[in-house]
């Protein structure tokens, strides 16, 4: 029998060096809170000793039952912790008699003073609470983990065809619970091209696209997002766009990043460029006033500057944007070859400003575009428009829904994900709730 202990910083990664090391029959013998995290005690051909009670071989159903079973019952012991103290007084005065003129009132005492001293039980409670919250914390991860693997396997049996799908999903980059939800469209066919090509077709109509390009519409458009998703660049394509087709004279630019060196310069240049007046908004300055000359301009382009979240000055620029004079249409440009968290991260510092969809960048980089797609679809972004290369304005172009699944087809993994993998990402699905798709 071979033992070993495996530290990571939570239950999750716990488990996968687990299995990394000693493979899928490894048997959680021990677990435990250390500093900084938690510490796995794993056995690889374990049998309980003789001088152990035995237990029955069940099946890991009725097992996962069983955990699930003691964290109902941890979970009820907690919150029935904090009534136990108005029930004790209650049964100490239960047997006191009453008399007619006393009133029906819980009666009260008073006592004897005692000397101040510190009360070590209180502290000792809270530790005891901190832990079953730990251990409560623990089995439910590791619960997750194991439905996780035992949906997977059970998928991989009775519904070969679907775990086939999955796989195939997974390979573009798609999330777990976007590829339950087109799963669930197609349940009802079982020849395998008939099936991906309505997984496809499901796909391209739920990504939403501009009714009319934002450059048609006109308004104020802001470019906004973290450092390096391409925003300049961005901005660039789209005024020379305009004024290729309609000319310089209803277009302006203006700045607002004083933070990035160089920013302006290249803004500066590009409207000599270009003959298109630019406005440089310092941070303090009222973005309504400095707009205020350029009301009369069928377009006007706000470049911003890429902060980070925990910036002040990035709250400051994105109140400026939602402003109720400005009016502003705020596009969230997401570079494809960024990481899932990056993405996710980004959307959710600069939803503040109010979103009116995204711009995707570097599409001639990526090696991966279901992670954007589903972020994209997730938070109901439209696509407003796409860029895959460094001239301008050429390599701008509206966005093709169903062009858009090619291209996330053609550059997916070409790799299989791994059985762990698929499990992880079973596991996720536990704790999300499916979403109503059409």
């Not at 070969?160 to 339950?180: D, F, K, M, V, Y």
Request: a neutral charge; proline letters at 6%; charged letters at 25%.
């Amino acid at each position: 029998m071979q033992v070993k202990r495996f530290f990571a910083a939570d239950m999750r990664q716990a488990m996968k060096l687990v299995r990394d090391e000693l493979g899928a029959d490894a048997a959680i013998i021990g677990n435990r809170r250390i500093a900084g995290g938690v510490e796995l005690t794993a056995a690889l051909d374990y049998t309980p000793s003789a001088l152990a009670p035995r237990v029955p071989n069940m099946e890991l159903e009725d097992e996962l039952r069983k955990t699930a079973s003691r964290i109902v019952s941890a979970q009820a012991e907690l919150s029935m912790r904090g009534d136990s103290d108005a029930s004790t007084n209650r049964q100490l005065f239960a047997g006191l008699p009453l008399t007619a003129a006393e009133p029906l009132v819980e009666p009260t005492f008073i006592e004897p003073p005692r000397p101040a001293a510190p009360a070590p039980a209180a502290a000792v409670d809270q530790r005891v609470v901190d832990s079953m919250r730990f251990e409560l914390n623990g089995l439910r991860e590791l619960l997750e983990v194991q439905l996780g693997s035992l949906a997977w396997t059970q998928l991989q049996g009775s519904k070969p065809h679907q775990a086939n799908l999955w796989r195939r999903l997974q390979r573009i980059g798609l999330s777990g619970p976007l590829s339950r939800d087109l799963l669930a469209l197609t349940t009802e066919i079982e020849e395998p091209r008939q099936a991906w090509r309505m997984l496809l077709a499901h796909l391209a109509r739920m990504i939403a696209t501009p009714e009319i390009e934002p450059l048609e519409e006109g308004g104020v458009i802001a470019m906004v997002g973290p450092a390096g998703m391409g925003k300049t660049t961005t901005l660039a394509k789209l005024a020379a766009r305009y004024v290729l087709k309609y000319g310089a004279n209803n277009i302006a630019l203006v700045s607002m990043d004083s933070y990035r060196i160089g920013a302006q310069e290249q803004l500066k240049t590009l409207g000599r460029i270009l003959n298109v007046p630019v406005t440089h908004v310092d941070p303090g300055q009222s973005l309504a006033n400095a707009l205020d000359p350029l009301l009369r301009k069928r377009v006007v382009l706000i470049d911003t500057a890429g902060l980070q979240a925990s910036d002040p000055a990035l709250r400051l620029q994105l109140e400026s944007l939602a402003g109720r004079g400005i009016k502003s249409k705020n596009y969230l440009v997401l570079a494809t070859t960024s990481q899932k968290q990056v993405l996710t991260a980004a959307y959710h510092s600069y939803k503040r400003c109010g979103l009116a969809g995204c711009i995707l960048t570097k599409l001639d980089e990526t090696a991966s575009l279901g992670e954007v797609l589903s972020l994209a679809i997730s938070h109901e972004l439209p696509v407003a428009y796409l860029t895959d290369g460094p001239r301008i304005p050429d390599d701008l172009h509206l966005p093709r829904r169903h062009q858009l699944v090619s291209r996330a087809v053609s550059v997916q993994m070409q790799e299989e994900p791994s059985e762990e993998a698929m499990a992880d990402m079973f596991a996720d699905l536990y704790h999300k709730p499916a979403k109503r798709v059409g």
